[in-house]
Structures are given as C-alpha cells and as structure tokens.
C-alpha cells in the first residue's frame, strides 16, 4: 500500500531554514507526480510546491516563489522541500501528496489529482 512520511519539520527563527523530506513507498514513485501542501487550523489545505514526473517542470504558490525549491531522487523514492528565508506566515502542518497523474492532471494544485497524502509535518517558524 502506499506510504508518504514526511520529516524535517522543526522550529526555526524567521529568516532561517529548513528541510522538509518524504519516503514514499508502494508505488510506482518515478511515474507520479509529487507535491507539498500545507495547511493551518481553520483554513483549507493549500498547494506550496509540485513536481511533475513527466518532465520535471515545478510548480509553487506565489507565497513561496525564489524562497523554496522542491526537488525529487526517483532513485530513493524521495521527496525534498528546500524552504529558505521562512517568514511567520509559513507556520503550518506540512504534507506530502502523491498524484495520480504523471503530469499536472488537473492542474499541478488541484486536490483532484492528489490521491494519497502523508500524516504532516509540523513548521513552525516564529
């Protein structure tokens, strides 16, 4: 069965850094577009970073953009967020998605093509 299990949350001091991972397993990882969600109580889960396996091409939520790369080792089924120069606003649960879909499908946010997701991540930056 599919398994996501992200690590790497933490706190850290606005301006800092850190590294979220994911081991994916039980499935065909090279073949799947991946992504990074988050989400904060009350609000509804939203896209940060996607990956798509058909050409590598990514995709990141405005708020990020020049401050997080994502980035993928099909070799060792995993999953990187490179996430620099945190602010206050990135504090949230941090999830591991994998689509359906080895391009964008529904379009590289879309909660339609994201079929299996990991338990989170916590990063709280203050």
């Known amino acids: 069965h599919v398994q996501l299990v992200e690590s790497g949350g933490g706190s850290v001091q606005a301006g800092g850094s850190l590294r979220l991972s994911c081991a994916a397993s039980g499935f065909t990882y090279s073949g799947s577009t991946m992504g990074w969600f988050r989400q904060t109580p009350g609000k509804e889960r939203e896209g940060v970073a996607t990956?798509?396996?058909?050409?590598?091409?990514?995709a990141y939520a405005d708020s990020v953009k020049g401050r997080f790369t994502i980035s993928r080792d099909n070799a060792k089924k995993r999953l990187f967020l490179d996430m620099n120069s945190l602010k206050p606003e990135d504090t949230a649960m941090y999830y591991c998605a994998q689509s359906r879909y080895s391009g964008w499908g529904y379009g590289p946010f879309s909660t339609k093509s994201f079929v299996s997701w990991g338990q989170g991540t916590q990063v709280t930056v203050s």
């Open positions: 990956i798509n396996a058909d050409d590598g091409n990514t």
